[in-house]
T-cell receptor, first 110, second 115 residues
Framework: QQQVKQSPQSLIVQKGGISIINCAYE??????FPWYQQFPGKGPALLIA?????SEKKEGRFTISFNKSAKQFSLHIMDSQPGDSATYFC?????????FGKGTMLLVSP | KAGVTQTPRYLIKTRGQQVTLSCSPI?????VSWYQQTPGQGLQFLFE???????NKGNFPGRFSGRQFSNSRSEMNVSTLELGDSALYLC??????????????FGPGTRLTVT
């Protein structure tokens, strides 16, 4: 199954708070898990990515946590800022193609 | 380094017409993938080209086709347009088709409206 389920659909977080977005997958052949950030009128921008042999990866305020046994991974945005307000997509690579989650619309209130 | 460029950025077509969209990948990137983005279906994979060969194809009808040139630039064509083809068409480039060079970088997209 080439499906990636993403939740929540939308999220409102106060400035300075932690934003958490979750994704689950079914296909154990997926071997690469990127997160993309998309602003209105723009294409998705690669934010951070992880491979299944690593349980956590941190880049600045963004952290991916990966649970291989549960087939779940999540994005944590620490100290969320109004400029982080965007749509976030998780994805998983299998058979050289990316399968995307449906996206999470994040709003960080000032 | 210049990013992925897509032309045109906006396009309005009539049902039954055909359309060609263009994508220039990041310099040095040899793989180009195309995606359709709609509010209802999200981002869906159309096809991938690497070294002028189609490597993978998503679950779209044969009206959607593409090609890649020797300079890695790619075009996608949609024939006999339907209202449901209205979408943002995104192109993504990467160094390779798999392995360590897989990171995909997206262009700004072409907004196609079919009336």
């Amino acid at each position: 199954q080439q499906q990636v389920k993403q939740s929540p659909q939308s999220l409102i977080v106060q400035k300075g708070g932690i934003s958490i977005i979750n994704c689950a997958y079914e296909n154990t052949a997926f071997d690469y898990f990127p997160w993309y950030q998309q602003f209105p009128g723009k294409g998705p921008a690669l934010l951070i990515a992880i491979r299944p042999d690593v349980s956590e990866k941190k880049e600045g305020r963004f952290t991916i946590s990966f649970n291989k046994s549960a087939k779940q991974f999540s994005l944590h945005i620490m100290d969320s800022q109004p400029g982080d307000s965007a749509t976030y997509f998780c994805a998983a690579r299998g058979y050289s193609t990316l399968t995307f989650g449906k996206g999470t619309m994040l709003l960080v209130s000032p | 380094k210049a990013g992925v460029t897509q032309t045109p950025r906006y396009l309005i077509k009539t049902r039954g017409q055909q359309v060609t969209l263009s994508c220039s990948p990041i310099s040095g990137h040899r793989s180009v993938s195309w995606y359709q983005q709609t509010p209802g279906q999200g981002l869906q994979f159309l096809f991938e080209y690497f070294s002028e060969t189609q490597r993978n194809k998503g679950n779209f009808p044969g009206r959607f086709s593409g090609r890649q040139f020797s300079n890695s630039r790619s075009e996608m064509n949609v024939s006999t347009l339907e209202l449901g083809d209205s979408a943002l068409y995104l192109c993504a480039s990467s160094l390779a088709s798999g392995g360590m060079g897989y990171e995909q970088y997206f262009g700004p997209g072409t907004r196609l409206t079919v009336t």
